[in-house]
Structure formats: C-alpha cells, structure tokens
C-alpha cells in the first residue's frame, strides 16, 4: 500500500490526506500511519496541512550497494524465441493486460514476430536481426504501425526475460519515431462543429448520435459506452457504472481498477441513456462507417471520436473542477496521463 500512496506523492507534488484516501482506497488510520513513516524518512514534507513530495530524499549512507545478478526462475537456457513468447504471454500478458491486449499481442506474435524469428535463440537477437525484420516487413507492405508495435512488443519480451534474471546480454533497444509528425494533439471542438456533427450523426444512425451525447455528457470512452446495458444504470440515484468494454465487439470486464468506476450523471442526459440501452444497436464497424461520412461531409479529416471526449474534459475543467475529478471521471491510466494532456485546460 505504501506504493500507491508513493505514487499518488510523485503525481500530486502537494497533496491533502483526502487526495490519498480518494485515489488509493486505504482507510485514514493506515493513511495517517503510512505519510508519518514517509514524512520521518524524508520522502515527504508537512507544511500548511499539505503533504509536499520532495524529488530526491536526504539519505544517510549506511548501506553499500552491490552488482549482482537475479537467478532466473524456471527459465531453461537457449530458449527459442516461439517458446520465449508463449511463455511472455502465459506469465506476464495473461496475468497483467485486458483481453483486447492479449488478442492483439497473440497476434503479433503468431502473424510477425514468430514468422521472422522462429529459428532465433532469444539471446541471439541482435540489433542488426530487429532492423532486418523491420526491413522486410516494410517490403511485404505492412503498415509502419504494425511494424513499429511488433518491434516495441519484441523490445518488451526481452526486456521482461532481462528482467526475470534469464540473461544480462539480451538484445536493448529503443523504439522512437524519426519524425512524429503524427504527434497527438488535443482537438476542442466548438459548439458550430458540434451542433453539425450531431446533426449528421442523427441523419445517419441513431447509435452514432447517442453516443456523441454520452462522451460529450459524460467523457466515457466509445468502447465503454458500447458496452452498456441497462444493468450497468442506476436511473433512480443517476450513476453509471463503468465496469465493461466491447473492443470489437466482444465485452469484456474492465481489469484496471482506476478505469473501473461509478459516474453521476446530470439529468439531461438521462433520456439520452434510456433511449441507447433500450434502442437496438447499429455494430461498432457500422457506427465507424457513419462516423466517416460524418468527418467526409464536415470536410474535416483529422475529425477523431476522441475529440468529443477532449471537449467535454476542457469544458469539465472550465466549471472549475479540479484535474484529479477528472482522472477519476475520465478512467486515464494515470493521473499524470490526465494532466499532460488537459492541465492547460485549468482555470
């Protein structure tokens, strides 16, 4: 537990005990028990009611650190590569990511990276082997995203096998764009492009322009509100409980807990939720080939569903609302995801 509240302490910088009950769930006794010892080792600083992290804690030395190496475990020496990711996804994907992940890294595994490197001893993979997979890909007309994910998947397989103590001579490496032309920007959408999207969304499916509404109402994810049932709606007290996602279709639970949560809607959109979990559903490829038509005829290219989420953050924020309610509204998977992309959005 005193992890989390560590981790809270870095994101924050100055924080109240609230905010450590709010974002961790531990009860006030622990909370209070756990600053003090950070306080007394110099990890935290109490001033004005305020806990302050302070970046690089005074240490006496007392201790001498040496090298040395992790004994692996149940890890036989020259594992192959196909071997080394059937065992990556059974001990570390299966355990740690959502099914979503775990379909798409099993695809790159068995369509990309297995193909190329099935001969391949994992201790063997050299920096010249990956931009040689990269090369060839390339050739075969596979896409630079694809590419680019099955090299960072591999990066991730070897770092997890350095990790476990399996070798220290592992192949590392690092994944970066030459040109990040594609840079994530965050789009707020003014109220004549809204009110014309949601008038496009309505002529050509109903889903499309319910689902407008609850992001623009709520800041759910579009995958989230795919998933919702009227189960999931508490009509009487107006929460929402965001348990689920439909990534292609298939709902699965929601294993993270931060994004796992219980959201209060406003009564004007309550009509808007009756209708969607009562009305029959157009499929995700069909809401997606609305949506196109919906960006072709605004003429706006780069028009993304997340930019109807980007709007209702910035107008969350406006009605002065702090960045910590909206990490918890908008189930990022980190505080500091949150204030890296909207903290400029603060009044």
Excluded: W
Excluded at 150 to 171: I, T
Excluded at 187 to 212: C, H, M, N, P
């Amino acid at each position: 537990m005193i992890k989390k509240v560590l981790t809270v302490a870095k994101n924050l910088k100055i924080f109240s005990i609230d905010d450590v009950l709010m974002f961790t769930g531990v009860n006030a006794p622990e909370a209070e028990s756990i600053l003090s010892k950070l306080v007394t080792e110099q990890q935290l600083r109490y001033e004005n009611e305020k806990y302050i992290f302070i970046s690089k804690p005074v240490y006496k030395s007392t201790i001498i650190i040496k090298e040395t190496k992790i004994e692996a475990k149940n890890i036989t020496s020259n594992l192959n590569f196909v071997n080394a990711s059937k065992l990556f996804l059974q001990e570390y994907v299966n355990k740690n990511c959502s099914m979503e992940t775990q379909r798409t890294y099993s695809s790159l595994f068995r369509n990309n990276l297995d193909l190329y490197f099935k001969d391949f001893l994992l201790e063997d993979i050299t920096i010249d082997d990956v931009n040689q997979f990269r090369e060839t890909f390339q050739k075969r007309g596979y896409s630079e995203k694809r590419i680019k994910n099955s090299v960072a998947l591999l990066n991730q397989l070897l770092k997890y096998f350095r990790n476990s103590g399996y070798s220290e001579k592992l192949c590392e490496f690092q994944v970066k764009r030459v040109n990040d032309k594609r840079q994530k920007e965050i789009v707020i959408l003014d109220e004549k492009i809204i009110k014309q999207a949601k008038r496009l969304a309505k002529k050509y499916s109903k889903t499309l322009y319910l689902i407008i509404e609850i992001i623009l109402n709520s800041g759910l994810k579009f995958y989230e509100i795919l998933a919702l049932d009227e189960f999931d709606i508490d009509f009487e007290n107006k929460k929402i409980f965001v348990q689920k996602t439909s990534p292609r279709g298939l709902i699965s639970q929601i294993k993270a807990k931060n994004k796992r949560r219980n959201l209060d809607f406003s009564k004007e959109i309550e009509s808007v939720l009756r209708e969607f979990v009562s009305h029959k559903k157009a499929s995700e490829k069909m809401i997606r080939e609305y949506f196109a038509k919906v960006k072709q005829e605004l003429g706006l290219n780069d028009f993304k569903m997340d930019d109807f989420r980007h709007t209702f953050a910035a107008n969350f924020l406006k009605q002065n609302n702090s960045i910590e309610k909206l990490y918890l509204q908008l189930g990022d998977y980190s505080i500091q995801a949150t204030i890296d992309k909207y903290q400029k959005f603060v009044m």
